[in-house]
């Protein structure tokens, strides 16, 4: 069987041949029978290879659902083991803290404090505006309903996209 690419061209060849009036009756409007023939067999070969391809499709569905399930689990145990090195962190932190010991050495590993600052806001209300950012994002659900509803939004459009389903 031909390739997509090949079969599109075969169409595009035909359809090309139609428009400038080649393979048509001038007197009766009638299309040469191998015109009709070539212009069904690549339709039909089309179709199979629109159903193989679907095939392939369908089983990258099922690979990358597997895909997303091991991202998931690997994902989960990494936190874990975030997590656990979090606690022993801040156990060792805990307990270095409460004996007053500022730094641990040993064979290539040592293990001390570094003084750092953070900001803290208790309250984000009460904040003068200067210190304060703001997201702007545009309603995309209220500007369709705008422009459906027959409302002109200036800067933006509604696009209407072809989305191939495969079930």
Not at 108 to 121: D, H, M, P
Not at 155 to 163: K, S, Y
Request: hydrophobic content about 35%; aromatic content about 4%; cysteine-free.
């Amino acid at each position: 069987m031909n390739t997509l690419y090949e079969i599109s061209n075969e169409l595009r060849e035909v359809y090309n041949k139609l428009e400038n009036g080649e393979g048509i009756d001038l007197e009766t409007g009638e299309l040469d029978q191998e015109l009709v023939n070539a212009l069904e067999v690549s339709q039909a070969n089309l179709q199979a290879k629109g159903i193989d391809i679907g095939y392939v499709i369908k089983s990258f569905d099922d690979e990358i659902d597997l895909y997303d399930r091991e991202i998931k689990r690997l994902t989960e145990r990494k936190q874990a083991l975030k997590n656990a090195q979090e606690r022993v962190k801040n156990n060792l932190k805990n307990a270095m803290e409460e004996f007053g010991i500022v730094e641990i050495k040993g064979g290539t590993l040592k293990i001390s404090f570094r003084k750092s600052e953070s900001v803290e806001v208790d309250n984000i209300e009460e904040l003068d505006d200067k210190f304060k950012r703001v997201k702007v994002e545009a309603d995309k659900t209220a500007i369709k309903q705008a422009i459906k509803s027959g409302e002109e939004v200036k800067g933006a459009r509604l696009v209407e996209n072809n989305n191939l389903q495969i079930r």
